[in-house]
């Protein structure tokens, strides 16, 4: 199951793209319907915002206004961190709750509707990020003529939101509905027929080589000064078996220095007899799983990737090995070699992200789930560039 976080600014058309692709067959969740079922249904939830709000936001049948709590906390960027301080860790599991329930019923597309989806850092249930976008003068207008609101409570409310210039930065997808619907809708229907071819691809075939082998080796790699950082290396093996290519990981075990118990790809720090860091990668491989130089197909680099807390800056390289190989484990190092298929780790309902805290910064964070394993840090960063580097 494939899960799109469809977010966006206010009026930014989030509800016009949720609605085609119910339309194509997705179950849609939408996250301000469950803040409303919250405020109408929940007794404990309405005490707490009547407490932090005051009566004076109860209609005279005792419910709560909505449009009364708008006022409030669109004009007070503090009332509204108090207020989503209440109701989003509720939101949050009760979207948790039904998504996992449409998995169970089978579901193949879930889009889950959340203005703040990444504002609240529940970008860790989805497997995309979808944005729809539109100019401020439109979304203004749009508010004006179609919610009633004042041009300056229409401010209020953008102003209320994240930028949408960072919040892009987030998105796999964004959909310009600045224009005519029926284009938005085709783009729609395109970007749907893709998911769905890609969610169905499989990765396999001679020519796979060849293309990784011809992307790398006409790009320009991004390189990481070394200063302050220790330089290391990687191999990224790739072989065919059973007509599909596999990528070859190793579980590491508590005995080595760093990353104990961590999916990565075989390799380590830059030695001073290295010639290089492919001959880093190279050496590292051997010592590791016993894999020889010479049965190794160099395809080219990816480029650098720091580690976060252990300070190193690496380079990996992708290659082709035979198969099946007699590979030789070293017990200290590697306590299991892990083959995962690439076809799994295009499946984006084993991909998902989590904004981490890490040393003061905020961090991006990614996960491939296959089986019973987790590749996450610097190796699913790396991971992630290739596979978006390769298959878009």
């Not at 987030?170 to 395109?190: F, G, L, N, P």
């Not at 396999?204 to 290391?232: F, V, Y």
């Not at 306590?335 to 904004?355: G, I, T």
Request: proline fraction near 4%; hydrophobic fraction near 40%.
């Amino acid at each position: 199951m494939v899960v799109i976080g469809l977010t966006g600014g206010i009026a930014s058309g989030k509800s016009t793209a949720a609605r085609v692709l119910q339309g194509l067959g997705a179950a849609v969740l939408n996250a301000d319907e469950i803040g409303h079922e919250l405020l109408e249904h929940d007794a404990d939830v309405r005490r707490e915002i009547v407490a932090a709000f005051g009566r004076e936001i109860l209609a005279p049948d005792e419910d709560i206004d909505r449009s009364k709590l708008a006022d409030i906390v669109f004009a007070d960027p503090q009332a509204l961190q108090r207020l989503n301080r209440i109701m989003h860790p509720k939101m949050f599991l009760i979207a948790k709750d039904r998504i996992e329930e449409l998995r169970r019923q089978g579901a193949e597309v879930v889009v889950l509707e959340a203005p703040l989806l990444i504002e609240a850092n529940w970008i860790g249930l989805v497997n995309q990020i979808w944005m729809t976008s539109a100019p401020e003068a439109v979304v203004i207008q749009r508010l004006c003529q179609e919610a009633g609101l004042t041009e300056e409570q229409a401010r209020a409310r953008i102003r209320s939101q994240m930028p949408i210039e960072e919040k892009v930065e987030y998105a796999d997808v964004v959909i310009d509905t600045d224009r005519d619907h029926a284009e938005t809708k085709s783009e729609i229907v395109k970007l749907w027929h893709q998911l769905i071819k890609d969610k169905a691809g499989h990765c396999s075939g001679p020519g796979l080589k060849g293309k990784i082998k011809e992307i790398l080796c006409q790009r320009e790699r991004k390189s990481i000064p070394g200063k302050g950082l220790t330089r290391a290396a990687v191999l990224i093996p790739l072989y065919q078996k059973e007509g599909e290519y596999y990528m070859l990981l190793t579980k590491r075990t508590e005995k080595v220095e760093v990353h104990k118990g961590q999916l990565s790809f075989p390799g380590g720090a830059w030695d001073e007899h290295d010639a290089d860091l492919l001959a880093t990668a190279l050496r590292e491989s051997f010592e590791e799983v016993g894999l020889r130089a010479q049965d190794v197909e160099i395809l080219g680099e990816l480029d650098d990737a720091p580690t976060v807390t252990s300070n190193f800056a690496v380079t990996p390289f992708v290659a082709v090995i035979p198969y099946p190989y007699e590979f030789r484990v070293s017990q200290r190092e590697v306590e299991e070699l892990v083959e995962v298929p690439l076809s799994a780790l295009l499946d984006r309902s084993n991909f998902s992200r989590e904004l981490l805290q890490r040393k003061g910064q905020t961090i991006l964070s990614y996960n491939y789930r296959y089986r019973n394993h987790v590749i996450w840090g610097a190796t699913a960063r790396i991971l992630k560039g290739f596979l978006d580097l390769i298959f878009g």
